[in-house]
């Protein structure tokens, strides 16, 4: 009897110990990135640090961007248009596929970029058009909250508590904000963490390519030549869509080992100037310049990659400076009761 007693409580206890085990520990995490002019000296990078935002989490591209989902099935293909209520509907489509006319356009002028599959379909696959400028504030429509067994949820913007130190750093001279948002997400060890993406700002992909060289407007033309020789109609080829190049662009990762710790690795693009080489069919021209020498250099306009990269121990409630020449981050990571089911 006894015996079975003791099998029993050893029982429970095992159980107990496998439960807490797998009880995630879920945090709120609330983040401010500003922008500071400063007169810094200090040399940066020649192209932007890597970041690794494939499989990183993007909890900002629902709210700023049109969403337009692709799919096929077996008898013909769809296009899901999201309109302003979430509401979606199967766009136009013709014979031969999806008509790309369905495809909403921004008044403003945007970009295409391609996230990543849908979770409604294996075959589905999420585009989002972009405004030219990110707005600094990132919330939900209304307020929101995780379940159990969810990923990062983003909140609204009445949810966060950083008012009064975003009001204060924003009358600093030469501040401007950047990014504010606050999300409730699963805290895991640093092999099973997934990075969120972070972006904001202006997108310079119209004037730069991403490793900051600017692009040269030119026509794409191609003489076609008759058999008399003389050359015929030009014809231009228009350029593919560019990817948005964020003034902000870049990954935060939070993982828990004993202690919270955060990783960044963000880039923050501004425009300058800086010696590159003059183009080849330029540098032909010049018949003084020996062809031994090295080639000329001119000031060019560039966009700099200015990278706030950092690896920091952190205590949950408490809230964080994490400072730079260039730019600021305010983050807080704040306990919270674990989500219902």
Known sequence: MLRQLAVSIATLIALSHSSLARAEAWFEVEVYIFERQSQST??????????????????????????????????????LV??????????????????TDATPEMSNGSTLAIS????????????????????SEIGSGSQAYASQGSGPVLLASSQGQFASIINSLSRERGNRSLLHMTWQQPMMGK????????????????????????IVQQAMATSMLGANGTTGMMTETAPLQPSPVWQLDGTLNIYLSHYLYIETALNLRKEGRKLMPVAADEASMNTATSTAAAPAK?????????PLEQNRRVKSDEIHYLDHPEMGMVIQIRKMAQPNA
């Open 42 to 79: 200090e040399q940066w990078p020649m192209a932007p640090i890597e970041t690794k935002t494939n499989r990183a989490i993007d909890l900002i591209s629902p709210v700023v961007g049109q969403a337009v989902v692709s799919m096929s099935n077996e008898s013909a293909p769809c296009t």
């Open 191 to 214: 092999s099973g963490s997934v990075p969120i993406r972070l972006f904001a700002g202006k997108d310079y992909s119209a004037s730069y390519h991403f490793d900051g060289r600017q």
């Open 116 to 135: 990543g599959p849908s979770t409604a379909s294996s075959n589905a696959v999420t585009s989002y058009r972009y405004p030219n400028v990110i707005p």
């Open 82 to 99: 999201y309109d302003a209520d979430a509401n979606s509907h199967c766009a136009e489509n013709t014979s031969t596929g999806a008509n």
């Open 298 to 306: 001119v000031m060019t306009p560039y966009l700099m990659s200015i």
